[in-house]
């Protein structure tokens, strides 16, 4: 990590940590938007982390925001916090001025038609919550990066597994800011996939820590269960999916500052989403099998992590979905193409 | 909780010139390697080829030049090593002793060894096997029981070493021998000159797909002289953890059955369609997180830092992805496996088929690796 990456690693998880704990999150699943949290991140500047410097945000790139998506994996922030950023990042491109507000992301079904958009979002994150959501449309003028303003969209409540806010918005001729968006026309999915292998990243770490600390603690037939070599073999394996899907995510990000067409880290970003859905079902798994029937209850906050891993390895591509993407991609390069490709990037 | 930490780590932009290097030397010499032979990689043993290496400079790169080595960087040589694995080369007879004896003797070995030994193996011409494991101490290494008696000039041995891949090609075997009763302590490296030694006996064991890449060596009071014992007597236990590191460390523990994941596309690709891309896309994705996590590793060993622990994480989730290559094959192909006849894929579906159970043994099993990971947790 570079100096600004230790910095802002250190006031990221100082954030977290004083405002995230499990009163928080289970507030947060009732419906309650949890405002002291939202405010200390912006008042941090960490919803604006991607934002050009001279639109008044950070100015840093993916391996910086890497920091923050993936503390906010790591403690279950309930905000759209990593939505916030990619939304700063798409504005940021396409030179439209970020608002104030809350700003999330959304893909769908669109038209765009004289500066108006008409079309449904579904599964939009905290879209209730939400003064603002971003979206690139493909239209007769190429891609373009769209800034709609919420308070004119439908609003249909609905959720994900972790009870974060998975909402539908329906936009009729809704008068909208666009700007080229420099940016290929699946950005939405593609630096979506980034940001959820991210967090995902993150919540395996979360996974790894809870579940070596719980059998460190936990005592059966005298001692702890940590001393048993059928668990040790287990969090041996957890906590070597957790590392993998670090690195994919870590290679992923440090890809995405590399290009300036967006389109060259899909394969990296592939990669990370793939590899975290992967990791995600063996952890989920043996997490819970490490803590037992406490595990289960919602009391125990093991769960805000694994309803996460849950809903995020399917959201913006699953695993199949991108899979499927980069094994075409393979057989277009064929057989012998694989490993030049590889090594070279 | 800091246990173990994979850093990105890019390949400098100089390593470009020396893989294309490579690729080109590859593309003559592997020219008429077919691919079953080809699948054997750093288990296939071709002592021309490991001397042409040598001409190179593509043996002991990192080594110093006094040594016959190249002073390169780590990344240098995981740039060769790669090339070869993935293209199938036959590096086996050097491998070893490019790997961990060359190093190990750098680290711990005398100044006549060091002169000795390492420019024949730089050279391609010198090679190596490992006298670790017994017949009745495998996992358990401290169970050693193959005895080192002091005698006048040196020691007398007698024992048994099994499973020592290569012995009946190497000209030395780094060999851990009791030199006292004592658990750990009484353990000592040696390094036994096979060629030159009575009292040495070497058996090949014949494994299950017919191949004799294994052996058991029996020695009868062989003479190994004093000036053979590598670092200090009773330092083995120490050392052979530092060996064992650079033994996990490379990228041959998750490529090993890299040319059966090519003919797989190849054979996928002859049917037409998208039939099996999830799973060839599922299969490059962990082949990318594998290499970066490998990479990372280099990184480590080009800074000196240590990756014992990294090392191990690697190998396990290599050897899972290589030992799951042959299942994905027949899951989505259902062609069987044929044994010297057959097409290319047949054939290394074949090969393969058989030699995989052997990755989560050598070099460690999953279990002991998977062992060292939970005491890097904190959980032993």
């Known amino acids: 990590m570079n100096e600004l990456q230790t910095i802002l690693s250190d006031s990221i998880a100082k954030l977290l940590g004083d405002h995230v704990n499990k009163e928080v999150i289970q507030q947060a699943e009732e419906g309650q938007w949890p405002a002291e949290l939202w405010d200390a991140l912006v008042e941090n500047g960490m919803t604006r982390i991607l934002v050009p410097e001279a639109q008044e945000g950070a100015g840093a790139n993916w391996e910086d925001a890497h920091v923050v998506l993936k503390a906010a994996g790591e403690h279950s922030a309930p905000v759209p916090l990593a939505e916030a950023i990619l939304a700063g990042f798409i504005l940021g491109r396409a030179g439209i001025a970020v608002p104030e507000g809350v700003v999330t992301v959304m893909e769908g079904d669109f038209k765009l038609e004289s500066g108006r958009l008409s079309g449904v979002a579904k599964s939009v994150a905290w879209g209730r919550n939400a003064t603002h959501a971003v979206t690139v449309v493909e239209s007769g003028w190429g891609v373009e990066t769209v800034l709609a303003p919420l308070q004119y969209a439908r609003i249909e409540k609905d959720q994900n597994v972790a009870r974060e806010p998975r909402d539908t918005l329906s936009f009729d001729h809704v008068v909208v800011d666009t700007a080229w968006a420099g940016l290929p026309g699946n950005a939405v999915r593609l630096y979506g996939a980034l940001i959820r292998s991210i967090q995902m990243a993150g919540a395996l770490d979360y996974l790894t820590r809870a579940s070596v600390q719980y059998a460190n603690e936990r005592t059966q037939f005298g001692k702890p269960i940590g001393k048993f070599q059928a668990i040790q073999q287990q969090l041996a394996v957890l906590s070597t999916q957790s590392a993998a899907v670090g690195i994919a995510a870590a290679h992923a990000a440090a890809r995405a500052d590399k290009v300036s067409s967006g389109d060259a880290a899909a394969f990296e970003i592939a990669v990370a989403k793939v590899r975290a859905d992967d990791a995600s079902s063996a952890a989920t798994s043996i997490a819970h099998q490490v803590h037992g029937a406490i595990g289960f209850t919602y009391e125990h906050g093991l769960h805000f992590a694994t309803r996460r891993l849950w809903s995020w390895r399917a959201e913006f591509g699953s695993g199949a979905e991108w899979a499927d993407w980069l094994g075409r991609e393979t057989f277009a390069r064929g057989a012998d193409g694989l490993w030049p490709y590889v090594t070279a990037r | 909780m800091q246990t173990f930490r994979f850093d990105l780590c890019e390949l400098p932009e100089e390593t470009k010139g020396l893989r294309q290097e490579v690729r080109d030397f590859l593309a003559v010499e592997l020219k008429h390697i077919p691919a079953v032979t080809r699948a054997q990689t750093w288990s296939g043993s071709d002592p021309e080829f490991s001397r042409k290496m040598g001409a190179k400079g593509w043996i002991g790169m990192r080594w110093p030049k006094q040594y016959g080595g190249h002073e ?152 190994v002289p004093d000036n053979m014992l590598v670092g200090t007597e009773g330092s083995g236990w120490a050392q052979v953890g530092a060996e064992l590191a650079f033994e996990r460390s490379g990228p041959e523990r998750y490529l090993s059955s890299f040319l059966l994941m090519i003919e797989m596309i190849r054979e996928l690709q002859k049917r037409g369609g998208t039939e099996g891309a999830r799973e060839i896309g599922r299969l490059v994705a962990h082949l990318v997180t594998l290499r970066q996590m490998s990479l990372s590793v280099a990184g480590m060993l080009d800074k000196g830092e240590n990756p014992a622990l990294e090392a191990s994480v690697v190998k396990d989730l290599g050897a899972v992805f290589e030992q799951d290559m042959p299942v994905k094959a027949h899951e989505l192909l259902g062609i069987a496996p044929t044994v010297g006849t057959g097409n290319d894929f047949e054939q290394v579906l074949g090969y393969l088929t058989q030699t995989v159970p052997s990755f989560s043994l050598r070099g460690g099993t999953r279990e002991i690796l998977r062992g060292i990971i939970a005491r890097g947790l904190g959980l032993r």
């Open chain 2, 72 to 223: 390169r960087s780590a990344f240098d040589r995981y740039v060769v090593l790669e090339e070869m694995l993935a293209a199938g080369a036959p590096v086996g007879a050097h491998w070893i002793g490019d790997r961990q004896s060359g190093p190990l003797l750098l680290n711990f070995g005398t100044e006549e060894q060091r002169q000795l030994i390492l420019p024949k193996v730089a050279r391609g011409e010198c090679y190596f096997c490992i006298g670790m494991s017994e017949p009745d101490s495998g996992s358990d290494l401290a169970a050693t029981r193959t005895k080192a008696e002091k005698v006048e000039g040196g020691y007398k041995v007698n024992g048994t070493k099994l499973w020592t891949s290569g012995a009946h090609h190497a000209h030395y075997m780094i060999a851990l021998f009791r030199t006292s009763p004592d658990k750990h302590t009484g353990l000592t490296q040696f390094l036994v000159d096979l060629k030159n030694t009575d009292g040495i006996t070497i058996r090949p064991i014949k494994d299950l797909a017919g191949n004799s890449h294994f052996n058991e060596v029996v020695f009868q009071d062989a003479f």
